[in-house]
């Protein structure tokens, strides 16, 4: 079985204004797979937490990478691209750096923008953490 994403945009004139879609539509049959918040830090890491794991560059631009690499890593694993995400949950510490982080995202995602929610929170789960990435993906049904 296959399905389609459609972005729905109710007034197209104005989507080139937003970085994200503010719905997405899964047109026929898929499975869904929910990733995990992804920061600047590795994927795999002790829990507890090693400070020796989690030395985070300054810049979001950077730490925005990271986080895109690590969970580049789970949908080439299963297959995916960027074009399968539907939904991206961005945590900032900082709102001011939504722009940097916003423009890191769209290195990956090209033209395509999922839906989305930004939130400002109080700090993340590491010292130095400035932003977390979680998102849900569409994948096609197998057999």
């Not at 989507?15 to 869904?32: E, F, S, T």
């Not at 969970?71 to 939904?87: E, F, Q, T």
């Amino acid at each position: 079985m296959t399905f389609e994403l459609k972005s729905i945009h109710p007034d197209p004139s104005q989507a080139h204004k937003m970085p994200y879609a503010p719905a997405v539509h899964i047109v026929g049959a898929c499975d869904l797979m929910f990733i995990s918040g992804a920061t600047a830090s590795p994927l795999y890491h002790h829990h507890p937490h090693h400070d020796d794991e989690h030395v985070h560059p300054h810049s979001i631009e950077e730490q925005t990478k990271n986080a895109m690499e690590a969970i580049k890593s789970i949908l080439d694993h299963v297959g995916a691209s960027w074009k399968d995400v539907v939904k991206v949950t961005k945590y900032l510490t900082d709102i001011r750096d939504g722009d940097g982080m916003h423009k890191t995202m769209r290195a990956y995602f090209g033209d395509w923008a999922p839906a989305s929610t930004m939130v400002c929170i109080n700090q993340l789960s590491s010292p130095g953490a400035r932003v977390e990435l979680d998102m849900i993906v569409a994948l096609p049904r197998k057999g």
